[in-house]
Nanobody
Framework: QVQLVESGGGLVQPGGSLRLSCVAS????????TGWYRQAPGNERELVAI???????NYADSVKGRFTISRGDARNTVYLQMNSLKPEDTAVYYC?????????WGRGSQVTVSS
């Protein structure tokens, strides 16, 4: 079993920055990918960024050049640095981990970009 806890969401002005954190606990030794997804009202949940255990990263086209996913020195922690935020980035952001045939989800963190 894997437990994921997100933190760092909140309200920010357009053009501002936030950093989300995801801390994994439990049977984390065989996690092969960790990522961030988001879901806005009326939209489907979409992939934002992912990082594999080997350090390979991928991003949605809508966030390339603005968001950065990284793994902390403590390898149970993954960050999403979000810069140049836009109102359309407003969503609930979810941490996701893949282990074997199972995916695990955090409870989500609200990010609101508004003046």
């Amino acid at each position: 079993q894997v437990q994921l806890v997100e933190s760092g969401g909140g309200l920010v002005q357009p053009g501002g920055s936030l950093r989300l954190s995801c801390v994994a606990s439990g049977s984390i030794d065989s996690i092969y990918a960790t990522g961030w997804y988001r879901q806005a009202p009326g939209n489907e949940r979409e992939l934002v960024a992912i990082i594999t255990s080997g350090g390979t990263t991928n991003y949605a086209d809508s966030v390339k050049g603005r968001f950065t996913i990284s793994r902390g020195d403590a390898r149970n922690t993954v960050y999403l640095q979000m810069n140049s935020l836009k109102p359309e980035d407003t969503a609930v952001y979810y941490c996701n981990a893949k282990r074997g045939l199972t995916e695990y989800w955090g409870r989500g963190s609200q990010v609101t970009v508004s003046s």
